[in-house]
DNA sequence: GCGGATCAC
DNA sequence: TATGGTGATCCGC
C-alpha cells in the first residue's frame, strides 16, 4: 500500500527511509540550520549500494507494513464505540495524577559530547578543527564537525565525504573513565545515591541533601557543577525537575553547558511536556515514534487526544507509560550505581566476513575466552546461554538455551555454542558470516557460602562508608508495587560498565595492598578492594586486614 | 522458555 | 573505503 521503497532508483525526498539519514540531526543540539536534505542525500549516494543499505530497507518496509496495519485497526475502532475505553483511560489518568511524588528533586547530569570534550581538553590542536571520536563509526564530534552534518553513529569514511577535512581521533577509553570517576566523586558529595546510566549521564537525588543544608536545588547545582569543571575541566548540562523523565528532558534544553530546572507543579510540568515531540522522551524511539506518528500522535498532548486507542493498539504496559508521558510522570527513586548487580554478561565481535568453518570456529573460540574473562571478573557463572551469528546481509540469528547447570570457562561455552554456530552456516551455504556474539544470563554466584560470609563482614565494617562496601551485597531491590512500570525500566536498562572499579579507583588511589595473586582458579573476590583473591582463609583474613585498615587510613587522610 | 525486536548510550 | 558493542526489557508464541 505504502510507496515501496523496494526499488533503489527513486527514494522520495520526503519517505521515511530518507529522513532516517538525517537521523539524529533532525532532533539534536548542534544541528540548528544544517542542510538535511544534503545530509540525506551524502548519506543515500554512499551508502545506496551496500548490503547495510538493503536490510535497512528491508526493515523500514516492515515496519510501514506495521503502522499501515495500525491505522487500519485504528479506522476500525473509530467505527466502533470507544465510550468504554476513553472511560478506562481517563481512570488511569487520575489514579497516576493522584500517585505523581512532586517532592523530590532530581538532577540530570549530562556531558554533552563527552568523548570529544574530552579529548579538546587534552588536545590543544583540536581547538578550531572540526573532528571526530571513534573508529570506522562517529562515536562523537565536535560542534565544528555538527556543522557539516557529521554525526554519532554515521560510518566515517562517509562522515569525510561530508567534511573533507574531518580529523579523526581514534578513542581512549580509559581516559574517559578516569573522567567519569572524577565526575562522581564530585556527585557523591550530594547523593551517595547517584545512578549513573551510561558512559557520559548521571542522575541524582540532591533533596536530602538541600533540606540538610538549606540551599535551594539551583544552588546546589550551580555548585555541582563548577565541582565538576573543577575537577575535570569539563563542562555539564544539568536539568533540575521533580523526576528523571523530566530532568532529562531539561537537562537537554540547555546543552551543551548551564542548568535548567523545571518547577515541580502540575500545570507547569504540563504545559513543558504539551508541544514536545514524543520522539525526544527516553523510551521512544526510531520504531515507536513512526508507529506513533502514523496514529496521530506526534506531540506529548497528542497521546491524551488519541488516548481511547492507545490501549488497543500497543497493550497495557506502552498504554500506560504514554500516559505516563502525557503526564510528565517518572522515576523519583534512584537505584545507586554502587548497588546494581548485572544480570548478563555478553561479547560480541564484528570480523571480517568469512564462510570458512575453521574461522568461524577460531573467532568463535576468541569470543568464548572474552566471556569467561568477564565472568571472571564478575565471580559468576551463567545457566542460559545465548548465541548470535549475523550474516553478511546483516540477517541476524540467535538461539537461547537453558543449561542443566551453570559454567563459566571459555571451554564449556565454547562445546555449548559450537552446534549453533555450524548449523547456522549450514543452513546458508557460501554465505559468509561476519559477527559472532555469546551471552550468558541467569548469572549466579560462584561462592555462595563465602559470599555471605564476605557479606556479613562488609556489614560489621561498613557503618561509615555503606556505598563502598555495597557493591558486594547480593541486595534484592524489591521494588514498590506498581511503582516500577515501563517508563522506569525503559529508562534505567543501561548500566556503566566497570563502575565499581572507577569508583574504587577514586576512593582509593592506591589501595592494592597485596598483588592479585596470578593463579586464577580458585579465586573470591574481596568485598573491599574488589579484587580477586585466593580462596584461602588464612590468605584472605591477611588479606582483609590490609584492606579494610587500609580503606580506614583513606578515608581520613 | 525461546526468538525476535526495541531502546539507550 | 564501507555500518559497533553492552545490557535490559517486552511481546508473542
New binding site residues.
Partial sequence: MAASTGSNQAIKPDSNLFKS?VGVAAIKKGYEGVDRDKIART?YE????????NH?QK?DE??TE?CNALMERKRLLEESDTTSQLFHADKVVARLKNNRDLSQSIVHI?CDA?YASVEQRDRPDLKDVPFAVG???V?ACNYIARKTGCR???????AKKMCPNLKIVKPNHDRYREVMAQICKAMQKYDPGYEI?????AYLNITKYCKEFDIKPWDVVESLRKDIRHETGIAVAAGIAANTQLA?ISSTFIKPDGQYQLPSEPDIMMAFIKDLPV?K???????????LASIGVATCDDIFSQRQFLRDL?????FEFLLEVYLGCGRTELQATLD????????????K?TSAPDIVERNLRTVCE?VEA?LKE?NRAGQ?L?V?V?MND??????????PKAISSARDIFQHSLP?VKATLASKPHQPC??L?V?L???VSKNYTLNAAFQRMADKSTHSKPDSLSGAKEKQLSSPAGK???G????????S?RKKKSNLALENPEVNPLEPPRCPDEMVRCPICDRDQPLDNVTFNQHLDICLSSSEIQKYS
Fill in positions: 539519514f548519506v554512499a551508502s545506496k549500494d551496500s548490503l547495510y543499505f535497512q526493515r516492515a515496519l506495521k549530562d563527552f573508529d570506522t563509526v562515536a554519532a553513529g554515521m560510518v566515517i569514511a562517509v546510566c551510561g558512559t557520559d549521564e532529562k520522539r522522551v527516553t523510551g521512544v524511539g526510531h520504531t515507536l515514534d513512526r508507529q500497543f497493550g497495557d504496559r506502552l546494581q548487580q548485572k544480570k548478563s554478561a555478553s561479547i560480541e565481535r564484528t570480523f566476513e572474552h568477564k564478575l542460559t545465548t548470535k549475523k546483516f540477517e541476524s540469528y540467535s538461539k537461547q538455551t537453558k543449561l549453533f561476519r559477527l556474539g551471552r544470563t541467569q548469572l516500577r512500570k515501563l522506569d525500566n525503559l529508562d534505567s536498562r543501561a548500566l560498565p
